[in-house]
């Protein structure tokens, strides 16, 4: 059984080992500038600047099996008025092994739980369209497309 639960400070090694796992997911196939290693160091300070955050206007949490992290959900909150408050989701991660259990699933509705208590009106979350099966999973847990973004990469 898992339980979604607020970040401990065991949780660190864990949090950052995923959120660098998280990277090779969504640097696969990317051309990029940097090397390979500079960016693992920029996505393990990164980490501990998340894990670290008092910020109210954000959340992270895990999913724990067992005393075992298996996966987070990070969420921000954009209040530009009373009348305009907006949520995102910018991260999710569940190790490979436990994909597919409804671990990620239970994340984001506790993610969408906190920020229907700080009284969200929309939500949103960024997918890339080769994402297939991100696309499915949000599709299936309530999110609708509302848009298409293109982008123009200058040929090396």
């Known amino acids: 059984m898992v339980k979604i639960r607020e970040p401990e400070e065991k949780?660190?090694?864990?949090?950052?080992?995923?959120?660098?796992?998280?990277?090779h997911t969504m640097d696969?196939?990317?051309?990029?500038r940097r090397t390979l290693n500079e960016r693992i160091k920029e996505r393990k300070y990164w980490a501990a600047d998340q894990f670290?955050?008092?910020?109210?206007?954000?959340?992270?949490?895990f999913a724990d099996m067992d005393?075992?992290?298996?996966g987070y959900i990070l969420g921000t909150i954009d209040k530009e008025s009373e009348a305009k408050v907006y949520?995102?989701?910018?991260?999710?991660?569940?190790?490979?092994?436990?994909?597919?259990?409804g671990i990620g699933t239970e994340l984001s509705?506790?993610?969408l739980t906190w920020m229907d208590e700080q009284e969200v009106k929309s939500i949103q979350v960024g997918v890339k369209?080769?994402?297939s099966r991100v696309n499915d999973f949000i599709r299936a847990i309530g999110f609708i497309p509302v848009s298409t973004l293109y982008e123009y990469q200058k040929k090396s």
């Open 28 to 32: 696969a196939g990317k051309s990029e």
């Open 109 to 111: 509705d506790a993610l």
């Open 129 to 131: 369209a080769q994402q």
């Open 87 to 101: 949520g995102y989701i910018r991260e999710l991660f569940v190790d490979e092994f436990y994909r597919r259990e």
């Open 67 to 70: 005393g075992r992290i298996v």
């Open 11 to 23: 949780d660190l090694m864990h949090f950052t080992r995923y959120a660098v796992e998280f990277l």
């Open 52 to 61: 670290l955050a008092r910020d109210p206007k954000q959340k992270l949490l």
